[in-house]
């Protein structure tokens, strides 16, 4: 699976079960940008559900601007309505920023989300492989 436009890119390499979400700007030019992302992560985690498939998740964040308070939200609502699918499928995620008011964005909203599945948010690359290859 690969989807791609102006605002992000999304690929899932299945001979190392990860899911890549990178940002390519800032900030999604149009509201449509950003749904794109939603839905490419719903079509995903209903493949996965529905073909049993387990699978590790890395955001690349590092162009990523500060978003408007309503694409977080969207993302929270995705994550809650699939919270079955990411217990049972979804190994661990990496969340690759550079920022620290996006990383407090983030913390808020794993504190919203009751994150169950193991998460780290760093700035290393290497360090972000590590645990994922920690995490089974």
Avoid: H
């Avoid at 992000?8 to 700007?25: G, P, Q, R, W, Y």
């Avoid at 700035?123 to 492989?129: M, Y």
């Amino acid at each position: 699976m690969s989807f791609e436009n102006n605002f992000f890119k999304i690929n899932f390499d299945k001979s190392n079960s990860l899911l890549t979400i990178i940002a390519k700007n800032d900030l999604p030019l149009v509201d449509e940008e950003f749904d794109d992302l939603v839905k490419s992560l719903d079509v995903f985690y209903q493949g996965c559900e529905k073909n049993k498939v387990k699978f590790k998740m890395w955001f690349d964040l590092r162009n990523l601007g500060l978003l408007d308070k309503k694409y977080y939200l969207k993302l929270i609502d995705f994550f809650k309505e699939n919270e079955i699918i990411s217990q049972n499928f979804l190994i661990g995620t990496i969340v690759l920023s550079n920022n620290n008011i996006i990383n407090g964005v983030i913390n808020k909203f794993l504190y919203f989300y009751d994150n169950k599945r193991p998460i780290k948010i760093t700035n290393n690359e290497e360090e972000g492989v590590k645990f994922l290859s920690e995490q089974k």
